[in-house]
């Protein structure tokens, strides 16, 4: 069992930055894939980024591609998701979510299915 619980979000002015936390509990947090996906309204979960169990490998979303950093510290059970040049589309509830295994393939990552724990989310507001 894990359970991940958001922080981070807020209000922030275009080109702003933000940095979400996602803290976790349960054992295999240093053994699982981390990623982090956002849903605006009315509209499909999407895929963010993900980082693999060590951190030596991440995939981001080509839209958000220059914009974020996600990282982790296993001592920490933490992982984070650093924001930049925040524009009013990526307004949203941001969710973090644990998976089974890595894959490099970035369709697979994205897949919303391949995650078994999630998060409440946390909402961040872009204001123009």
């Known amino acids: 069992q894990v359970q991940l619980v958001e922080s981070g979000g807020g209000l922030v002015q275009a080109g702003g930055s933000l940095r979400l936390s996602c803290a976790a509990s349960?054992?295999?947090?240093?053994?699982?894939?981390m990623g982090w996906f956002r849903q605006a309204p009315g509209k499909e979960r999407e895929f963010v980024a993900v980082i693999s169990a060590t951190g030596i490998s991440t995939i981001y979303a080509d839209s958000m591609k220059g914009q974020l950093t996600i990282s982790r510290n296993n001592a920490k059970s933490t992982v984070y998701l650093e924001m930049n040049s925040l524009k009013p589309e990526d307004t949203a509830v941001y969710y973090c979510?644990?998976?089974?295994?890595?894959?490099?393939?970035?369709?697979?990552?994205?897949?919303?299915?391949?995650?078994?724990?999630w998060g409440q989310g946390t909402q961040v507001t872009v204001s123009s």
């Open positions: 349960g054992r295999s947090f240093s053994s699982r894939p």
């Open positions: 979510a644990a998976a089974v295994i890595f894959s490099t393939s970035a369709q697979t990552m994205g897949n919303p299915g391949k995650y078994d724990y």
